[in-house]
């Protein structure tokens, strides 16, 4: 049974349709979960606002409003509201969370598929109770270093602070930098994000500040720019550390003075933004070796967070996988269930060096190709490991190259069995071999044979 704080939760179901209604009350209700009805967002926003409701599950399309204004009534009273939605509307229950949906439902749905979304946003819920702060769209994190930084996020994120993300490629800035932004006072107005490292030095100022007709060759009209689209709201500078000389002192006058100019006019315009940046570079290696101005480094440096990599995170792993596998059930239409003991080990194994991204697709990837059922160890995908070196230069006086292999194979063996806490099958998963040829190769091990 899914309890908040230790007490059955109580959720308030929202749907024109009677049907619909009692068909996935009867779901949440089987959960161990007391449920209130409303048939239309006016009725919802009375509920939320006269009595305490744990979590809000809402269709988006009803004859006296939509969804969007149940979110808005859940934000007011603080309550995570999950946006339930056609397949086809994706893209709506996306513009959802961006608003500040706690998470989005997908029709047609399956029992396990109202559960796994449940917990993952009650988990959240829980997580705050007890004091351990989690913003939205982030799941909660057993890994210390990472509480932190969700507790100081926490903190900012209502204000108009400048934070500046660092970490690993695939550690989740983006998802953080938009987590800041959906629990921020600008949360009503426009998320503009550009990569810094993906557009030249040529189009990256244009693409920044806009151009008027006639700016450059081939401008034949205007463009606004990230400054124009985010205003009122945030600006995400992703890739800083990319960013050329030239451009950064052009940022550097806009943290500085808050104006900037369109690319072919004289008159200051007025940036009223918040910045996040994020970088996977080190800039104060930067600074020192003058490739990243101090001035600027300094202007941005004023909220540092630094996102750790999830082979820190290795007890994060389980409840990643599953919100995926929930986010992959919505996404495609799959109605895979859960992940079994022996699948869940072999990701905790993984060292996932493109950290919360690359497990993600593995999850994406598996959900998509099961289609329903139990992921299981055969379901996961072959997962990258580092090589072993093919470059190891061979001695003048040459190598007895049946020790040398015998050798290195044994040490593979002994790191896959470490590695999987002594799980035969695991392990044999791990150097892709059956379970019996493992089983010989240790007990000639074992003998000192080869």
Not at 33 to 41: F, L, T
Not at 234 to 250: A, C, H, N, R, Y
Request: aromatic content about 4%.
């Amino acid at each position: 049974m899914l309890k908040l704080g230790g007490v059955m939760a109580v959720v308030l179901l929202v749907d024109d349709d009677a049907s619909a209604r009692t068909v996935l009350g009867r779901i949440v209700t089987r959960l161990g979960h007391e449920v209130i009805a409303a048939d239309g967002s006016v009725r919802a926003a009375t509920v939320l606002s006269a009595r305490k409701v744990d979590l809000t599950l809402t269709d988006m399309e009803m004859p006296d409003g939509s969804g969007f204004d149940v979110l808005e009534a859940g934000i007011r009273a603080k309550v995570p509201v999950i946006i339930v939605t056609g397949h086809g509307s994706v893209e709506m229950a996306v513009g959802a969370m961006r608003k500040g949906a706690a998470n989005f439902l997908a029709k047609p749905f399956t029992p396990d598929s109202v559960a796994s979304v449940i917990e993952d946003v009650l988990g959240r819920g829980a997580a705050t109770a007890t004091g351990e702060s989690t913003p939205a769209f982030f799941p909660a994190s057993t890994n210390a270093e990472l509480k932190r930084v969700l507790a100081t996020l926490e903190r900012v994120a209502d204000t108009d602070a400048t934070v500046l993300l660092t970490g690993e490629s695939g550690t989740g800035k983006e998802v953080i930098a938009r987590a800041i932004h959906a629990t921020s006072k600008r949360r009503g107005r426009a998320f503009a994000a550009v990569n810094c490292g993906a557009i030249p030095e040529a189009l990256l100022e244009s693409e920044l500040f806009g151009h008027a007709r006639g700016a450059f060759t081939g401008a034949t009209t205007g463009r606004r720019g990230r400054f124009q689209v985010a205003e009122g709201g945030t600006l995400f500078l992703d890739e800083i550390g990319d960013m050329s000389p030239v451009l950064q002192v052009k940022l550097l006058r806009v943290l500085q003075e808050r104006t900037y100019e369109v690319l072919g006019e004289s008159t200051p315009v007025t940036a009223d933004v918040r910045f996040i940046a994020a970088t996977h570079r080190n800039l104060t290696k930067m600074v020192a070796d003058g490739t990243f101005r101090e001035d600027l480094f300094y202007r941005l440096n004023v909220i540092p967070l630094h996102l750790p990599p999830l082979r820190e995170r290795v007890g994060d792993i389980p409840s990643l996988a599953r919100k995926f596998v929930a986010d992959a059930n919505a996404a495609h239409g799959r109605n895979v269930s859960g992940i079994s003991d022996t699948a869940m080990t072999i990701l905790e194994s993984h060292s996932w060096p493109g950290n919360v991204r690359e497990l993600s697709n593995v999850v994406e990837r598996a959900v998509v190709l099961k289609g329903a059922g139990v992921l299981e160890a055969d379901d996961v995908p072959p997962l990258d490991e580092r090589q072993v070196r093919s470059d190891m230069a061979l001695p003048l006086a040459g190598l007895d190259l049946a020790d040398t292999l015998a050798r290195l194979e044994r040490s593979l063996i002994e790191q896959a069995m470490e590695r999987v806490r002594g799980n035969k099958t695991l392990a044999a998963n791990l150097l892709r071999i059956n379970r019996t040829t493992l089983v010989e190769k240790l007990k000639r091990s074992e003998s000192g044979g080869r």
